[in-house]
Structures are given as structure tokens and as C-alpha cells.
């Protein structure tokens, strides 16, 4: 890990290994990345780069298959103690490594596995399961409006239901 970021080197593609984390919840044809071992001003080892995918996850609305490109940028200090987190500057992450030896393919698969999103699903329209509830809510405003009255006081109302058990 020093030895290359004393020379400023750089690596770039290949793929997520196979038995990896990320095979339970996406399947990626080709990860392409590019990644770049540097010292900075204070001498820390740091990784920037940037990881470029098109993830095949399962719509959680229909359950067919929903691709999700993912431009990731890397930007990480390469740290050995948790203490040495707490100096960073906020536009680097740290990464825990154990000894002299870094695998890229660990770093390319974390950043893939933080772009997933929480619920994967087709872009509004766009999904065989049609539109949803909060879809046909929106596009009648009056109950719209009203809801979001409630919405905004819910204390309130909190309030009026302690009233009425205490009468």
C-alpha cells in the first residue's frame, strides 16, 4: 500500500469477484474503475478515483428487473487505527487496512454496494405494477390537502384525542 502510493500509481478495470456481498442483492455485468494511490499534503496514503456500473436489481414494486447505473467517485484515506479517522478532512472516507496488501476489487465492491439504493424500482410510469397508491393520492387535491393538513399538526390532533379521553 505505501510502495504504491510513494510511486503515485493507478489501477484501473475489472470485475466484482464472484461469492461477493454484492451477488445477493444486484448482478453487475462489468465494473469499471479507476483508481489512483497517492500521498497527501500531511503524508497519509489516499485512494481517489471513481467506479462506473450498471446494476441489475429487483423493482420492489413488480419484481421485474430494473437496472441502475451508478457513477461513483472514490475518495478514501487508507488508515490502520480508528483514531486516525478523526483527523481527516470531511471530503475523505476513511479505510481500514490490516497490513501492507490492499485488494481493489474490496473498494470497487464497497462503493457498489453504498450506491444501492434502499428501494430499487422503475421510475414512475415506467413499472408494470402500475401506479401507486400515493401516485393516485396526489392526483386527487382535495384529499391531498387535506392530508396534509394532518401532516402538519400532528401534535395537534394528539392534543384534541387527550382532550376527548380526559372529558
Known sequence: MPRLAA?????????????????????????????LFARDRKGRCVVTGRVRATLKLRCQ????????????PIALALIRRDEDALDLPEDLDPWMVADE???PVDLVEDELLLALPAI????????????TEAV????????AAAESDVKRRPFEILAALKRTQQA
Open 7 to 35: 510511486a503515485t500509481g493507478s489501477l484501473e478495470p475489472a470485475t466484482p469477484q464472484s461469492a461477493s456481498p454484492l451477488e445477493d442483492s444486484a448482478s453487475v455485468d462489468a465494473a469499471r474503475y479507476e483508481l
Open 120 to 131: 430499487p424500482r422503475h421510475p414512475l410510469g415506467v413499472c408494470a405494477a402500475g401506479p
Open 101 to 103: 496488501r490492499l485488494n
Open 136 to 143: 393516485e393520492a396526489a392526483a386527487s387535491p382535495g384529499d
Open 61 to 72: 414494486r413488480c419484481l421485474d428487473e430494473v437496472e441502475f447505473p451508478v457513477d461513483a
